[in-house]
């Protein structure tokens, strides 16, 4: 037995009556969109271009360096050719970060990759202090980052953040700002 004819006329009506006027939906048949297949050779030169901003992007920072750092007080570093009255103008917080980087969860090879391309990103962007934001944890990272940034030819001056930047899990980095970048971007 269907169930059509398990239904009488009076089930029927009244089921008709409470839905109302209903309209048949009309099936639309649409073809599949067939992807467009690039050539070769545009997909090696897209692949060599993403290459060569990888490569601006990435800067190889050495484990073994071990720079000459204060290791009493705060965290910080002056380039020879700055005014050490930079990194007293970070302490005080006269600067406003322009990008933040937070290093949570990250292990140092993620770290490092991150820091390069926040530096790549620092000149893309023209962002002249950066906020970078290493957290104390195990304090592998709150070692490590200051001596990579030392390494760094664009890093001017670094300075242990104030309280509203992160305190003594964070550091506020002034970053050299110039021209020769400008054909990478």
């Not at 897209?46 to 800067?59: M, P």
């Not at 006269?94 to 990008?99: G, N, S, V």
């Not at 991150?114 to 290493?134: G, N, Q, R, T």
């Not at 709150?142 to 760094?152: F, S, T």
Request: hydrophobic share 40%; glycine share 4%.
């Amino acid at each position: 037995m269907k169930f059509k004819e398990a239904l009488t006329s009076h089930e029927i009506d009244l089921f008709k009556q409470a839905i109302g006027k209903v309209k048949p939906i009309v099936q639309d048949k649409i073809a599949p969109i067939k992807k467009h297949v690039q050539s070769q050779s545009l997909q090696m030169a897209k692949t060599k271009v993403n290459a060569k901003k990888k490569q601006h992007a990435e800067f190889y920072f050495s484990d073994e360096f071990e720079p000459n750092l204060n290791q009493q007080g705060p965290m910080k570093y002056v380039r020879e050719d700055v005014d050490s009255f930079e990194a007293k103008n970070l302490r005080r917080g006269r600067y406003a970060p322009d990008l933040i980087l937070d290093l949570h969860g990250l292990n140092q090879k993620t770290a490092k990759l991150e820091i390069a391309a926040l530096m790549y990103a620092c000149k893309k962007e023209h962002a002249k202090c950066v906020c970078i934001v290493h957290g104390l944890g195990s304090k592998v990272l709150k070692n490590k980052v200051p001596h990579w940034l030392v390494q760094h030819p664009d890093v001017m001056a670094f300075h242990q953040a104030p309280l509203e930047w992160g305190g003594n899990g964070a550091l506020l980095v002034l970053v050299e700002l110039n021209d020769r970048f400008a054909d990478l971007v």
